[in-house]
C-alpha cells in the first residue's frame, strides 16, 4: 500500500502538517475486507495483523504518507466559528483504485493537532464501533456515505464521564471537503485559495465540469471561470438531494448536520449522535446535543438548503465581483434545488409504495398516510415492509370489492384509495416496494446492545451477526427477524451523544 497526497498538494493554507500520536497496545478489532478488496489494498487479516494494527492506530506510517489536520470553518447548531478543523482526525493521503477513483484514508482518534481546541484527540471504543457499524449499514442500505475501513484498540483509556477503551477508526471518503471548508477561506476574503479548492473539487468530484488546463500556479485565477463556479455548485446540489432523500427513505436521522459535517461528495459523514427512527413522526430526533430539534427527522430536507445557501454565499465572489449580479446567478440554482428535493421526496415516497410515476393525487395520498402514521404511532420500516409482503392481486381485488360494505376505518379509506392507485400492475408495485423498503434497520436499541457488549465484554461476536444482517437489508436471512423489533419503549428516553 502506498498513499499520494493530493490534498496536501494544495498548500499550507488549506491544512496543518501533525502526525498521529502513538498509542500503546495497537490491536486490530475490524477489518473491512470488502472495502479493502475495492480499493485494491491487498493485506492479508491472519498474515498482516499486526502490521495493520500499527498502520490504522498511526504508530506507524503507510509508505508515502503525509499526515495532516485539515482546516475548515462550520455553523454549528446555526452560530458560526471561523476556525475547527481536524481536532482528532489525521488525512494520512489517498490511494486510487483499479476504476480511477480516488478515496481519502483518514484516521479518527489519532491524537490532537493544531485544530484540537483543548481536546484529547481520542476516540472512545463505542463511537468507533458504532461508527463501522452504521456506515456499513448505511452501505448496505443504498445510502451515500463515508465507509470504515478499520477500527484498532488503542490499549489507552479514553476520559470521558469515565474511563472508556480508546480506538482509532479508518474513515474512506471520496474526499473529506465540508462546506465549511469552502467557508474557512471565504470568511478570510482568501478568494485565491476558494478558487484553487473549487478547482481541486472540481477535478476530483466533477471531471465532467471543462476546466482550462493550467499551466502553473500563478495562472490560477484565470483558469476558473463564473461558469464554472455555477456547474460546480449544480452538481453540489445534485449529490444533496440523492443523499437526504436516501435518508428520508429509510429513516435516518443525522443529528448534527452543522456545515463542517456536510460533504460537497454528498456522502453521509460524522455519525456520532446519528440515529434510526421507529414509529413515523416528523419531529423525531434523539441527539442530546440538539436541544431546539434543528435537526429532527422532517425538518433534513430544509436544513441541507439552509447549508447549500451557506456554500453559495462563498462562492459568491467566484460567480461575479458584483454581488448583486453573483445573486442573480446563483439564487435560481437554490430555487431549482428546493423543487428538486420536494420531488426527489415525494418520487421516493411514491416507490415506496410500488408507484413508479407520479400522477396527480400521490402527493395527497402519500402526505395522508403520513398522517394516518403518525397519529397511529406505526412504525416507519415495519409498516412498509407489511404493506409489501401483503400485497397481492387477489387481495386488492376483494378489499376494492368488499371496501363499502361495512363503514371503513380511517387507514382502511387509505388502503382502498392506495389499492385502487396499483390495481393495474401489483407484481410491478410489490417488486418495486421490496427494492425501496428494507427488512431491517441498524436499530438505536440492537445497536447500543451490541456496543455495549463489545465494550464490557471484548467479544465482537454479537456485533458480527448483527452485521451480517444489517449487509443484506433487503434480504430475509435465517436471522433477519432477530433484528426486526420495534424497542419496547418506543425509544421514549433514549439519546445520542457526539463521543467527544
Given at each position: 500500500?502506498?498513499?499520494s497526497n493530493q490534498y496536501h498538494e494544495l498548500g499550507k493554507n488549506f491544512y496543518h502538517e501533525t502526525f498521529p500520536l502513538p498509542v500503546s497496545e495497537p490491536e486490530l478489532l475490524l477489518w473491512n475486507g470488502p472495502l479493502a478488496r475495492t480499493?485494491?489494498l491487498s493485506f492479508s487479516v491472519e498474515e498482516d495483523n499486526e502490521l495493520l494494527g500499527q498502520y490504522f492506530s498511526g504508530n506507524q506510517l503507510i509508505k508515502g504518507s503525509k499526515p495532516i489536520a485539515q482546516a475548515y470553518s462550520g455553523h ?382 471484548g467479544d465482537l461476536s454479537a456485533l458480527h451477526e448483527f452485521l451480517a444482517v444489517l449487509q443484506q437489508p433487503y434480504d430475509n436471512s435465517a436471522n433477519t427477524k432477530l433484528y426486526q423489533d420495534a424497542p419496547s419503549d418506543g425509544d421514549e ?8
Open positions: 500500500m502506498k498513499l480499493l485494491d454549528q447548531f446555526g452560530h458560526f466559528n471561523p476556525q475547527l478543523g481536524d481536532g482528532r482526525a489525521h488525512l494520512l493521503g489517498d490511494v486510487t483504485d483499479e476504476q480511477g477513483n480516488t478515496w481519502d484514508v483518514q484516521l479518527k482518534g489519532s491524537g490532537t493537532s493544531h485544530f484540537s481546541r483543548s481536546g484529547d484527540g481520542r476516540c472512545a471504543l463505542g463511537p468507533a464501533l458504532r461508527e463501522f457499524v452504521m456506515s456499513e449499514a448505511m452501505s448496505a442500505l443504498g445510502v451515500p456515505t463515508t465507509r470504515c475501513l478499520a477500527v484498532v484498540a488503542t490499549g489507552d483509556a479514553v476520559y470521558r464521564e469515565r474511563p472508556y477503551p480508546g480506538a482509532v477508526v479508518t474513515r474512506i471518503a471520496a474526499s473529506h471537503i465540508r462546506v465549511g471548508t469552502f467557508q474557512y477561506f471565504a470568511v478570510r476574503k482568501d478568494i485565491e485559495s476558494l478558487k484553487k479548492l473549487t478547482r481541486f473539487a472540481i477535478e476530483r468530484h466533477f471531471p465532467e465540469i471543462k476546466i482550462t488546463p493550467r499551466a502553473d500556479e500563478r495562472s490560477t485565477e484565470a483558469l476558473l471561470s463564473s461558469q464554472n463556479a455555477l456547474d460546480f455548485f449544480a452538481a453540489v446540489l445534485d449529490k444533496q438531494v440523492a443523499l437526504v432523500v436516501s435518508w428520508l427513505r429509510v429513516g435516518f436521522i443525522h443529528g448534527v448536520m452543522n456545515t463542517d459535517n456536510t460533504a460537497i461528495s454528498g456522502e453521509t459523514i460524522d455519525y456520532g449522535p446519528c440515529a434510526m427512527m421507529n414509529h413515523y413522526h416528523h419531529d423525531t430526533v434523539f441527539s442530546s446535543i440538539d436541544r431546539d430539534a434543528r435537526y429532527a427527522f422532517g425538518n433534513q430536507s430544509q436544513i441541507i438548503q439552509w447549508n447549500m445557501a451557506r456554500l453559495a454565499d462563498c462562492l459568491l465572489p467566484l460567480v461575479d465581483e458584483g454581488e448583486d449580479i453573483a445573486l442573480a446567478k446563483i439564487t435560481p440554482l437554490l430555487q431549482q434545488f428546493a423543487n428538486d428535493l420536494q420531488y426527489g421526496y415525494f418520487e421516493m415516497m411514491g416507490n415506496k409504495l410500488g408507484i413508479a410515476e407520479l400522477v396527480e393525487g400521490d402527493i395527497e395520498l402519500v402526505n395522508d398516510l403520513l398522517a394516518i402514521m403518525q397519529k397511529q404511532q406505526l412504525d416507519y420500516t415495519q409498516y412498509f415492509v407489511a404493506l409489501a409482503e401483503s400485497l397481492t392481486q387477489e387481495e386488492v381485488d376483494n378489499f376494492i370489492e368488499h371496501a363499502a360494505e361495512a363503514e371503513p376505518s380511517e387507514q382502511e379509506l387509505w388502503l382502498t384509495r392506495w389499492y385502487s392507485r396499483i390495481s393495474d400492475d401489483v407484481v410491478a408495485a410489490k417488486a418495486l416496494m421490496e427494492k425501496t423498503n428494507p427488512l431491517v434497520i441498524p436499530r438505536n436499541h440492537h445497536v447500543e446492545r451490541v456496543l455495549a457488549i463489545s465494550e464490557e465484554t428516553n433514549y439519546h445520542t451523544f457526539c463521543g467527544t
